[in-house]
């Protein structure tokens, strides 16, 4: 770590995320110094950040002292051997979602990281999705009551299969439901903790698609909550987002976090009003407060990714507990396992966390 008690971060891969997700918003962190930038071809990344280095093998990332935190924002097919290599390195790392293709994967990283004494992360962005943040104190303070039934889902109208895409090969680590799916169960986890059973519909839905582009899986729990998550590329009218029920009330909430759109038009987190969302996409809250009955749309609150790198940053240096821990996204893969076998067995699978 530099005199000026930055730490000085090292990018693997300029593709799609490390180019959205990741480098713009880490501009944004003062803790944080983008120093380093592994992009295999061109130097693009020069047009927007020249002040860093580009190197053509990770090699050069790993060996190089002066780097402390080692971002993975590769395939997720390949997410584990730049992981193994950088914490064997001595690097901090957070790696982009999903964590790891298998729970074995994980389990092996996570060790590596307690030897080498070292940070371990996956980004879990969606967390500081604006509506998943309104999502969760609606339901902490309660104001459905008991929450019975949810329904998350993903949807798009995108026809057309490309198997170029690696998201779309056949590849293990590939398709929707470790694409999108592990972003829902990410929050379920974090809103609802472990389900007791898991039953999984994952298909591949479009002609010619070599890797699921489908899936509709339903977590169930001991208190009665079932939890539906939900994706298909063959939606073209719009369904809500977010909807939940509860004792008291309910909640349905349409529209997707602005972020995204925003990076991708180029914007950073540093713009006025960022991750605001339009009033017209405000969810609608119906519901009981004491002898009181509610109704009308509630303010989504601003979505805040760099609020993410800002808590690893802190963590590094002492200061915060880490707010996306390794071990949870390790349990995010084991959903994903079970999924994947309860859907090629046609049944409901218990949930074992092992």
């Not at 169930?220 to 008291?248: A, Q, W």
Request: hydrophobic share 40%; charged share 25%.
């Amino acid at each position: 770590m530099n005199q000026t008690n930055q730490i000085r971060v090292g990018l693997i891969g300029y593709g799609f995320a490390g180019r959205t997700f990741h480098a713009p918003v880490i501009t944004t962190v003062p803790q944080l110094k983008l120093a380093k930038i592994v992009q295999r071809t061109g130097n693009t990344l020069k047009e927007r950040y020249p002040w860093v280095e580009i190197v053509r093998d990770v090699q050069d990332l790993y060996q190089d002292e002066t780097i402390d935190l080692v971002v993975i924002t590769t395939p997720s097919t390949n997410h584990f051997e730049f992981a193994r290599d950088a914490l064997a390195a001595g690097k901090h790392v957070i790696v982009e979602k999903p964590f790891t293709t298998t729970t074995a994967e994980a389990d092996e990283l996570i060790r590596l990281a307690k030897e080498k004494g070292k940070v371990l992360s996956v980004f879990h962005n969606r967390r500081w999705d604006g509506d998943f943040l309104t999502l969760k104190e609606i339901v902490q303070q309660q104001l459905l009551g008991t929450v019975k039934e949810a329904v998350f889902q993903w949807n798009g109208y995108r026809p057309l299969v490309n198997p170029a895409r690696w998201r779309e090969s056949a590849e293990k680590g590939s398709g929707t439901f470790y694409d999108l799916g592990v972003h829902f169960l990410d929050q379920a986890l974090n809103l609802f903790g472990v389900p007791a059973a898991i039953d999984a519909d994952i298909r591949k839905q479009r002609d010619g698609a070599e890797a699921d582009d489908y899936f509709d899986v339903q977590l169930m729990y001991n208190d009665g909550l079932k939890v539906r998550l939900k994706s298909s590329m063959l939606v073209r009218e719009p369904e809500p987002r977010y909807v939940l029920h509860g004792t008291k009330g309910s909640f349905v909430k349409y529209g997707i976090d602005p972020q995204e759109a925003a990076l991708i038009a180029g914007q950073t987190p540093d713009a006025v009003n960022w991750g605001k969302e339009a009033p017209e996409l405000w969810g609608k809250l119906n519901t009981n407060v004491g002898a009181l009955h509610m109704e009308g749309r509630i303010e989504t609150h601003a979505g805040c990714y760099p609020a993410y790198f800002q808590n690893v940053a802190e963590h590094i240096l002492g200061q915060s507990e880490l707010a996306v821990k390794a071990e949870e996204a390790r349990m995010t893969i084991r959903l994903i396992e079970l999924a994947y076998q309860s859907a090629a067995e046609q049944k409901t699978i218990i949930v074992d966390m092992q």
